[in-house]
């Protein structure tokens, strides 16, 4: 059953304008950023094939996002690099990523839905849904805005590092990306706290990055 509008409904209906839906992508790579993404769709909004964005393929992916885009009321991002994921660990990195996604809205929200288990550092009313992305629409649309911007974060990095293959696997822990960094070491972009990342020694840095 794809997500629906069910939820923000019902807040809507307690006089609660804007619900900004919240969702993350990117904890479980070896490589790049953690980003999240908050939405506020129109209590009208009807979006047709919206689902979890890991169940949807690439091209449907980027036609949604294009539609999200030009029917949500704001969309905030929030990223936090490799760096910050090794000094904190990847959990707060990606709550750190969902509060800066929230803080980038252009319209404060007056309730937040969020995807996972954990609630933010905010002080506006909040609900954590498991699995929310495959249940609440708003959820749902901002794990399609997180995701694309990610892929593309991840595909600019494709010809500095020609390699690894980040275009393919977006810094996930493929046979191709654990050959490479083997083969290789670790890049700039690693998070050297993730094994096999912390396994290798060397890291090679472009000096013209």
Known sequence: MPPTSRLENQLHRKG???IAGIDEVGIGPLAGPVVAA????????????????????????L???????ERTLAIGI????WETIDRINILRASHLAMKIAVGSLSIKPGHLLID???????????????RGDSKCASIAAASVIAKVTRDRIMEKFDPIFPEYGFKRHKGYGTREHVAA???FGPVLIHRRSFFPV??????QIPLDF
């Not at 036609?63 to 885009?69: D, E, P, R």
């Not at 912390?198 to 890291?203: A, F, G, K, M, T």
């Open 16 to 18: 609660i304008k804007h």
């Open 38 to 61: 908050a939405v506020i769709l129109p209590s009208s909004c009807r979006i047709p094939g919206l689902d979890d964005s890991k169940k949807l393929s690439e091209k449907k992916r």
């Open 63 to 69: 036609s949604l996002f294009k539609l999200i885009s």
């Open 78 to 81: 929030g990223i936090v690099d």
């Open 116 to 130: 996972g288990r954990f609630r933010i550092a905010s002080p506006i009313s909040q609900t954590a849904i498991v």
């Open 181 to 183: 960094i083997r083969e």
């Open 198 to 203: 912390s396994d290798s020694p060397e890291i």
